[in-house]
């Protein structure tokens, strides 16, 4: 496949080598200063944007306006969702969304899930969230958070909402969740979810060791997204595998 990288960071110097590696090619590589029309004299099958959450919506619907396919990694736009959505569907285009492209983060999502609704009759155990990322990271709490944090509360007849702290943890009342972030150098990513009692203390953890796990994920969603029409998630390029 042709593709092009919206954002050349950290994120896009990851997904180039193995877009690479699994036989594709980059055919742009579109940065703060390069215009993205560019991108239109290219021949691209699937766009991957991984920029900032101040400029991905703009990114995104340039995209969409143009009947380039699009898989997005920036976390923080949800706010603007429906206005994607609706442009989606005007140009029955194709968008494929995750706050984390990691397979093990997504197998993650899932135990989380289940740990929520086995946890829901114990009310003893007071649930938690802790995100720990990298000091450049521009939101807080981390999308993975917000994902993790939502589902539990879907999941708990207790919980309604969630609330931030940052670096301590949050005075809670029983209806909120509350969420940990931590920033330290050079750290791509840990999420823990606890239940806590007197009696005891259940722990769920996933840690990243670098960003490959992101990366390939990326290029597995575009490799999935390629020929579809729609807005998919990491979930449809997982259960897709079965
Ligand atoms: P980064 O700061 O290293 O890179 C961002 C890049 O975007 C920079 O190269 C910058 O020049 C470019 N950019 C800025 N404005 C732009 C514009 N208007 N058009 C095009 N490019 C522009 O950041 P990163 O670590 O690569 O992360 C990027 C985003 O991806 C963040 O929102 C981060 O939270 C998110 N992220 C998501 C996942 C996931 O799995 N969903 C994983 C890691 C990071």
Redesign the pocket.
């Known amino acids: 496949m042709n593709i092009a990288l919206?954002?050349?960071?950290?994120?896009?110097k990851a997904i180039e080598e193995i877009a690479v590696q699994r036989g594709h090619t980059i055919v742009a590589k579109?940065?703060?200063d390069t215009p993205l029309d560019t991108l239109l004299i290219q021949k691209i099958d699937v766009a991957i944007e991984?920029?900032?959450?101040d400029?991905v919506v703009n990114?995104l619907l340039f995209c969409l306006k143009h009947h380039l396919p699009v898989v997005v990694?920036?976390?923080?736009w949800y706010d603007d969702f429906n206005k994607v959505v609706e442009q989606v569907k005007q140009e029955n285009g194709a968008l494929l969304y995750?706050?984390?492209?990691?397979i093990g983060v997504n197998i993650f999502f899932e135990i989380n899930r289940k740990l929520a609704q086995l946890m829901n009759p114990y009310t003893d155990y007071k649930a938690a969230v802790e995100e720990i990322h990298h000091l450049?990271?521009?939101?807080a709490p981390s999308?993975t958070a917000v994902t993790i944090a939502n589902t539990i509360i879907e999941n708990n007849d207790q919980l309604s909402t969630w609330k931030l702290g940052e670096e301590t943890h949050p005075t809670v009342t029983n209806n909120e969740l509350g969420i940990t972030s931590y920033r330290k150098p050079d750290v791509p990513g840990t999420h823990i979810v606890t239940y806590q009692s007197d009696i005891d203390t259940i722990e769920i953890k996933h840690e990243a060791h670098n960003?490959k796990g992101?990366a390939l994920?990326a290029v597995m969603a575009a490799e999935y997204l390629f020929g579809k029409k729609g807005i998919f998630t990491m979930s449809d390029v997982l259960n897709s595998r079965d």
């Open positions: 919206v954002g050349y960071g950290k994120m896009g579109i940065n703060r991984f920029t900032r959450p400029v990114n990694g920036t976390t923080a995750a706050s984390n492209f990691s450049q990271k521009l939101d999308g960003r992101f994920g």
